[in-house]
């Protein structure tokens, strides 16, 4: 895995808008009403309380009561995480609010969360929502849209969750939807021994042993984005705009299709860090406290971590590119 763990000491800075210029009136000499307010420029915090004009983001997958190796978490496990957010003074946001003070547009509570779903597995629905219906937590579900409509092309052992269990979440107001793309969640042949995500790699033909083109590429995943959009806009009731890269793989090329699809919050699998006011929408950081191995304890000393973090060294930068080749 070429990903990078977001280092102790500050990166190249990122770009952070600032309050919008004012522009001032020649008669007058005083600042022009604007319809458009300006944008809010609110820098992190750490104390003793927590943080400030942060917000973590967690990642979960599927819900077992007898986890395997993997990214799976029990209910009870899931249970105590969210009665320690709650003791501890932790506010769970929607993925609007998020989405509205990443591009500055609003402020966030002290101590925010942003709970969300990868891939789409029956046991959200079963397990974690009757807690996120308790709590009146909201929540951000990044389902594959393929498995969702065609549940039956879910891999054997897989449980899908069923469209009429989604359309329940989002009708209870709680759950919005993301999504993984169409049929991109996969590995493909990208060499003779190797292989890489599709919305990342370029198939490669064993017949000839070349590669697909740049522009095939384009076209395929391209195809995969538009068909997600037409096939869950129904359901989110919306244009999608967030969308959890597979496997946590991205590159510019990728970033620039996806922009174009009218997906404009994107979120990493692999970057455990804050996210801030200002930042690259293009790439947002999640921290996994889903896995078999976090105790509740475990997954929120991880929070305070990054959020610490991230206030320290406000400027680190992600890398332009992560990309996972698999090989035999």
Do not use: C, K
């Not at 952070?16 to 915090?45: C, E, F, I, K, Y």
């Not at 070349?210 to 244009?239: C, M």
Request: net charge positive; glycine share 8%; charged share 15%.
């Amino acid at each position: 895995r070429t990903a990078a763990t977001p280092p102790a000491s500050t990166g190249a800075a990122a770009a952070r808008p600032g309050a919008a210029a004012s522009r001032t009136h020649p008669a007058a000499g005083r600042p022009a009403p604007s319809s458009t307010p300006p944008l809010l420029h609110l820098p992190p915090s750490w104390g003793p309380s927590g943080y400030r004009n942060e917000v973590v983001v967690l990642m979960y997958h599927a819900f077992r009561l007898h986890p395997t190796p993997g990214d799976d978490i029990t209910p009870a496990d899931f249970a105590a995480q969210l009665a320690l957010f709650r003791q501890d003074g932790y506010h769970v946001i929607t993925l609007a609010r998020f989405e509205a003070f990443v591009s500055g547009r609003a402020s966030v509570p002290p101590n925010a969360l942003l709970l969300t779903f990868d891939n789409g597995y029956a046991s959200m629905y079963h397990y974690a929502y009757p807690l996120l219906l308790r709590y009146h937590y909201p929540a951000t579900l990044f389902p594959i849209a393929r498995w969702l409509v065609h549940p039956q092309t879910a891999p054997p052992g897989i449980h899908p969750l069923t469209l009429p269990d989604a359309r329940a979440m989002v009708a209870s107001g709680l759950v919005s939807i993301g999504t993984q793309g169409w049929n991109v969640h996969r590995g493909i042949a990208s060499g003779p021994n190797s292989s890489e995500a599709a919305d990342i790699g370029r198939a490669y033909n064993a017949a000839t042993g070349g590669r697909e083109s740049l522009n095939a590429y384009d076209q395929r995943v391209a195809a995969d984005l538009s068909h997600a959009q037409r096939a869950l806009t129904p359901l989110a009731r919306a244009p999608l705009q967030a969308f959890a890269y597979p496997f946590g793989d991205y590159r510019p090329r990728l970033i620039r299709l996806l922009h174009a699809a009218g997906f404009h919050y994107l979120f990493a699998a692999t970057l455990g860090w804050a996210n801030l006011q200002g930042q690259s929408a293009s790439v947002l950081f999640r921290l996994n406290v889903g896995s078999y191995r976090e105790t509740p304890a475990d997954a929120l000393s991880a929070i305070r971590t990054v959020a610490q973090d991230t206030a320290l060294h406000p400027t680190w930068t992600p890398p332009a590119r992560v990309i996972e080749v698999w090989h035999p």
